[in-house]
T-cell receptor, first 116, second 112 residues
């Protein structure tokens, strides 16, 4: 069965520092991979997604993620964090074949705090 | 503007009092889903719909009902709410269930 793990429940970084949020998945083949951001009081917004091709994916707001098949990971990165990046971040996986697993599986989220 | 709307945004109710949370999308998406978000559990799918009059259970369907009579609307019905249904609910639409989900702003439900 598919599963997604976000090992870090809460991360604090200083404004201007680099950021890496971890996401590991369990799946028999290459799944569809997503990162979403949820700002306080808001719905989820797609940051980026990976379906196939180039393993380094660029998203909105200066974020990028790298798919590493050997590590079953899809970590989210940003070179310089801004105070407005404080939010909760969710990794999600989907089965490209659809069918019985016709849904996205979400991780439990990583809450990012940004210090001045 | 492409969007998913939900109403109400906040709701406090009592055990057993039937309620409906509406969801509407203007993107002509075939697929719509309901999720609940609870601390430490991420988002879990309640129900989904692949088209008008086609719905199916997600991971946590107990205590919920849905209907899809029109393509744009996908209401969530709690016939007899209980305190364990206190949660943050999101509606989402998409062109495929395993593709990008477009989320509504959420409905925070408290059942006393």
């Amino acid at each position: 069965a598919q599963s997604v793990t976000q090992p870090d429940i809460h991360i604090t970084v200083s404004e201007g520092a680099s950021l890496e949020l971890r996401c590991n998945y369990s799946y028999g083949a290459t799944p569809y991979l997503f990162w979403y951001v949820q700002s306080p009081g808001q719905g989820l917004q797609l940051l980026l997604k990976y379906f196939s091709g180039d393993t380094l994916v660029q998203g909105i707001k200066g974020f990028e993620a790298e798919f590493k098949r050997s590590q079953s990971s899809f970590n989210l990165r940003k070179p310089s964090v801004h105070w407005s990046d404080a939010a909760e971040y969710f990794c999600a996986v989907g089965d490209p074949r659809g069918g019985a697993t016709n849904k996205l599986i979400f991780g439990t989220g990583t809450l990012l705090a940004v210090q001045p | 503007e492409a969007q998913v709307t939900q109403n109400p945004r906040y709701l406090i109710t009592v055990t057993g009092k039937k309620l409906t949370v509406t969801c509407s999308q203007n993107m002509n998406h075939e697929y719509m889903s309901w999720y609940r978000q609870d601390p430490g559990l991420g988002l879990r799918q309640i129900y989904y719909s692949m088209n008008v009059e086609v719905t199916d259970k997600g991971d946590v369907p107990e205590g919920y009902k849905v209907s899809r009579k029109e393509k744009r609307n996908f209401p969530l019905i709690l016939e007899s709410p209980s305190p364990n249904q206190t949660s943050l609910y999101f509606c989402a639409s998409s062109t495929a269930l395993t593709d990008t989900q477009y989320f509504g702003p959420g409905t925070r439900l408290t059942v006393l």
